[in-house]
C-alpha cells in the first residue's frame, strides 16, 4: 500500500504516481488503472527517461491527453520544486523548467486561458499551488464565517 502518492484520470484512465511504499521508501513508480478492463498494470519505466524522481506528496493535474506532476518530498526529505509532463498518448515524460517555489501536500490546478472556443485556447497554463497549510486557513476562515452567519452548525 502506497501513501503520499497522487492520481489522476486522462481519458477514462487512472494514472497513479509516487508514493511512500510499506518500506518507508519514497518510489518513482507509474501505476495505470483500466476501469474498462478492471486491470493495473504498471506503466513506462523510467530508468533512463526524463521522468520524476522518487517522490512522495506532490500534486498532479491533467491537460487534455496530458498530465504534470509537480513538487513533493524526495527520500531525504526535501521539498521539490520540480515539474515533470506525462503524455499518455505517447508514454513519454518531458522534464519542464523548475519553479523557485518549493511544495509538498499541496494542491494544483491547471486551467487553459480560452477565449471564445477551447480550439482559440492560448499556450498560457497558469498552475495554482496551495499548501495544505493555505488550504487549513482557509477552510477555518470559512468555517468561521459561516458560524457567524449561521449557514454552517458548530
Not at 123 to 130: I, R, Y
Request: charged share 20%; aromatic share 8%; proline share 3%.
Amino acid at each position: 500500500m502506497d501513501i503520499g502518492h497522487a492520481m489522476v484520470q486522462v481519458e477514462g484512465v487512472l494514472y497513479m504516481f509516487g508514493g511512500v511504499t510499506h518500506s518507508q521508501a519514497a518510489v518513482n513508480l507509474l501505476h495505470v488503472f483500466d476501469p474498462a478492463g478492471s486491470v493495473w498494470a504498471q506503466g513506462p519505466s523510467c530508468v533512463s527517461c526524463e521522468g520524476p524522481s522518487a517522490r512522495s506528496r506532490h500534486a498532479m493535474a491533467v491537460v487534455a491527453a496530458t498530465f504534470f506532476v509537480f513538487g513533493g518530498l524526495d527520500n531525504s526529505s526535501h521539498i521539490l520544486d520540480d515539474l515533470y509532463q506525462f503524455d499518455s498518448r505517447l508514454g513519454r515524460w518531458n522534464k519542464l523548467p523548475s519553479s523557485s517555489i518549493c511544495r509538498a501536500g499541496h494542491a494544483m490546478v491547471l486551467t487553459l486561458k480560452c477565449q471564445q472556443s477551447a480550439a482559440q485556447c492560448n499556450s498560457g497554463v497558469d498552475v495554482a499551488l496551495k499548501s495544505e497549510r493555505e488550504r487549513e486557513r482557509e477552510r477555518e476562515r470559512f468555517i468561521r464565517n459561516n458560524l457567524h452567519n449561521g449557514v454552517v452548525s458548530g
